[in-house]
DNA sequence: ACTCTGCATCAAGACGTA
DNA sequence: ATAATTGATGCAGAGT
DNA sequence: TACGTCC
């Protein structure tokens, strides 16, 4: 569930914060990425039918396996790739203790939503049959590891988060191994990603840009330090903790304006108007979110290498039924642009992405390119007034 | 009048060709 | 056994 | 850009 409305509220109050721009812009950059969160994407959305047919189905190999996730997988990093963009996957470990409560929730509503489902396939209901495999998609353990597997073939690096994955790129965000996190999750700020990216993924050929908030930036505009800001997520929701009935986007951003910290908040809280719930562990949640259990940059060693193209060949074409002169093409584009990519590093033609700011007006002439650090610096300062737009 | 809750609903990818 | 999304948006209704 | 197809 991420952080309950806190887009909307940095939309409100920090609009300075978000910067549109699109992929080619993002040139040299490492990004981070939720490998979970898009392994479900693609096993939702890859599908056939569905609309007035039978059944919605992934694709599948031969003996009847899905190879929807390894389908979206292939061409969505390549097309990254291929706009220069040096994308990493993280992979998610044992959801933190402070999150059960939450799965539970969770779980007792999938029971609820699968009796639905049952009832509709009783009646023969296919348009709510299909709604209901898409409520009840998972990612399993051999999902995951074939996706390690392809994205290694493709000399993409793979992390294993201890916990959360959406931690683990906030970390290396913040500790400047990557330029930012690309998710959709509003967690990633909390967790303290400098940058945050998101719709990366959905824009190109769709007419969605892509959006980047700066944490620094997001910070200033509001007016609090990092902690207050913490504690401000808590009060709007997280997946760790209740929060306080009554108590929404509004009244959270007051309170922590006048208050400044939970503690303060709660002493000056009328309780009989705003009961604390039970389990408002709020010092375990906002260690949670300042200190979680993910891995030092130090530790990790992210190396962008030439495709195993023998190995792709075997695993996609051999094992998992692929078109051959598909996979080779989009071989041929990894190569071509691990080329390309190597070169303008040298030439450090692009500097830092162009952007254009949310709020300016979408007719503007003009290009203003800044200079940056290139590779992996995340950005620590505000964002200026760079104007610009793509020609 | 404003704020919040709770509920409902919805949509969710990418390629190549025409 | 091994998996349990999510965010956005819109609405009615109630609390402040 | 729309649309059938990817496996």
Redesign the pocket.
Known sequence: ????????LINDHAPGAITETEMKNLFNRKIAI?A??SL???L?????GGEGQPAA?????ESGET??H???LF??T??MI?NGVKPCYVF?GKPPDLKAEE?AK??A???E?EKNGKEATEAGDTETIA?FA??T??????H?EEAKRLLTLMGVPVVDSPTEA?AQCARMAKEGLVYGAGS????SLTFGASVLI?HL??S????MPIKEINLSVVLEQLGLDMNQFTDMCILL?CDYAD????????????LIKKHGSLEEIIKNL?S???PIPESFDYVRVRQLFKEPDTLPASQIDLKWKDPDEEGLIEF?VKE????ED??K??IEKLKKSRGTSVQNRLDSYFGAPVKRKLEEPKKEKGKGAKKAKTGGKAAASPVKKGAGKKK
């Open positions: 569930m991420g952080i309950h409305g806190l887009q909307k939720d979970t969160m479900y994407q693609f939702i959305a890859v599908r056939i189905a992934n694709l599948t190999d190879t929807s390894l389908q979206g061409h969505r390549i097309r291929n998610d799965l969770r779980a509503k999938r029971e939503a709604k898409k409520r998609v998972k990612v399993t353990r051999k995951t959406e959709e999750d509003m967690d998101r993924t959905f190109e050929a769709r007419k929701g929060s306080i009935k009554g108590i929404g986007p509004v009244r959270a951003f007051d009328d009989t108007k705003y996609l998992k039924g692929f078109a598909r996979v093409s989009g």
